[in-house]
């Protein structure tokens, strides 16, 4: 009974899309005011289903900084099943988003670039989105409100030529829409199951050793009388 009361639950994963083949990219994070092209306005990037392995709640975004650096990010985010695919991808912004699209973050994103090789800038989301990679691509839309850094200093993010993911930007940071194909950024997907659900698992564990702890004696006093 304990292991299938816990069997579901897992204590995080992690889904990464994309290699870092590419160099780096400030579009749409690392490109703040005062830079030659600041970044402003809507960015998409499409996520092939095949990526993930099946259905994912996403609780958190991670990019991995290839250059240091801070910024202080005002910013909406959301996510949702695409109607595209990497082939179709639109320059019309609002024909790439699905009918489940849901905001998971809005408000100040302070990015602290370190560039040692992790996933340093994570996007806790404030509402998780329930994926299903059978159901079509993974859009993430995300529109920069405003962009400030101390020394108005690109910061640059680990990009992937690799076809699993394709992406639509403002061309110059706040130019015409241009979509590209088999490029993005290298992103982290992580699901991290509600503390109440881990906390239930323990306490099934609990019950089940205690109840074992408790049957054992009686068993053998059992024994002996037989």
């Given at each position: 009974m304990t292991g299938a009361m816990c069997a579901p639950v897992m204590l995080a994963d992690t889904v990464t899309v994309g290699t870092p083949d590419a160099g780096g990219n400030a579009y749409p994070i690392g490109a703040p005011a005062g830079?030659?092209?600041p970044y402003?306005?809507?960015y998409q990037q499409l996520y092939d289903s095949s990526a993930f392995s099946g259905p994912f709640t996403i609780t958190s975004i991670g990019f991995e900084s290839s250059s240091m650096g801070q910024e202080l990010l005002n910013a909406t985010i959301s996510l949702s099943t695409s109607p595209q695919t990497l082939t179709?991808?639109?320059n019309i912004y609002s024909a790439n988003?699905?009918?489940?699209?849901?905001?998971?973050f809005s408000g100040m994103l302070p990015v602290m670039a370190i560039a040692n090789g992790s996933f340093d800038?994570?996007?806790p989301l404030m509402t998780p989105f329930a994926y299903d990679p059978s159901a079509g691509d993974l859009l993430l839309d995300v529109v920069v409100n405003s962009n400030t850094s101390p020394v108005s200093k690109n910061v640059f993010f680990e990009a992937t030529n690799d076809a699993i993911t394709s992406r639509a930007f403002n061309g110059g940071g706040s130019g015409p829409v241009i979509v590209e194909p088999d490029y993005g950024l290298v992103t982290e997907f992580s699901s991290t199951p509600?503390?109440?659900?881990?906390?239930f698992c323990l306490l099934g564990l609990g019950i089940g050793l205690l109840a074992r702890s408790l049957a054992a004696p009686l068993r053998r006093d059992m024994g002996t009388r037989g």
């Open positions: 830079t030659l092209f402003n306005g809507e179709t991808l639109s988003i699905g009918a489940d699209d849901s905001q998971v800038l994570n996007i509600e503390p109440s659900t881990i906390a």
